[in-house]
């Protein structure tokens, strides 16, 4: 039901974002408001904010990204699954309100529960990962990038080693990364693109120990993402019991979708991830003890994946979507 403008009559503020406190280039400011209907997160955009688009672009990508976030968070309520919250969103003459999440966030909360209420959180998160991946088929990339690093393609990568001093990083440390960058780019999970929240980290997951609840928050960024992306990065990453777990809910729209969960990869991606951020930060010569003596540490690693993915050649029967057909629908 679409709530009557007289309901959204501000009765009170509790904060108002400053916008000295805002990460520069933050798109969006919130102020947290008690109105006749209940509290409310108001969200704006942040007209500041340093970007490289004029502004008249950035309020056109605001409103769309808001529409986009409130046709997502109702989709994944329309699940009516009791393991999760999705607050509802209501955009009305420019305002974006979205019903206020009460509890602790996921990063703050996560480390001091119980392990019996770590279970049953992540069992809650299994739930809306499953939900999400159930409301578009699985797409097929035909032209795989790791999305997950500055460098997106190969070509690239070669080229920013070639211009590394070997006196640096050696030969074989330089083939190495360039291995397992192409290794990583094509094993079927950067290859499977799955329907997900795609933002999902730990200040969007709210946790209400008296409700004994989690709410998921901010679906701006959701849409289709590699498997990898979902599986190895942030709040997911490094479990897998929880994709152990995953695989056990039922599904339909995909029913032969399988999270293959490789430690292996996740250990791979990690080390492509922090050498790539760390060269830009501290550059090359800065660094190259730290790549050398990495390098040293991962090899055996590498060598056990690619021997793991040998012995289970094994292609997904799950049935794919081409990703251009999927892009009209939405």
Known sequence: MTAKSSDFEIVTEKYKSDETQLPSGHATKVRKIETLSGTYVEKELNETGRFSV???DRKNWWDNSQKKSKQNSDAIRAKQNVAYVVPKTHISHGKVREEFASGVRWRDAISDLSPADKVW??????????????????????????????VRESETLAKI??????KYVSADDKKLIQ??????????ENTQLVYGHNDLHGDNIIIDLEKRQIA????????????MDTMYFGTLGGNKEFWDYVNGLPRTTNPKLKWNYVPEHRELLSFLRWGTFGVQLEGVEKMSKKIAN???????????AKLKQKLS??????????????EQEF
Do not use: T
Not at 161 to 166: F, H, I, T, V, Y
């Open 54 to 56: 004029k502004l008249e």
């Open 121 to 150: 959180a992540y069992k809650a998160l299994a739930e809306f990962v499953n939900d999400m991946s159930e409301l578009r088929p699985v797409m097929a990339v035909e032209q795989p990038k790791l999305y997950c690093l500055p």
């Open 161 to 166: 080693l070639a211009g590394w001093d070997e």
């Open 179 to 188: 291995d397992i960058y192409d290794y990583m780019m094509h094993v079927p």
């Open 216 to 227: 998921i928050i901010d679906f701006e960024c959701a849409g289709s993402q590699p498997m």
């Open 294 to 304: 990495e390098c040293k540490r991962i090899r055996p690693i590498f060598a056990a």
């Open 313 to 326: 050649q094994k292609k997904s029967d799950c049935a794919l979507v081409p990703m251009s057909h999927y």
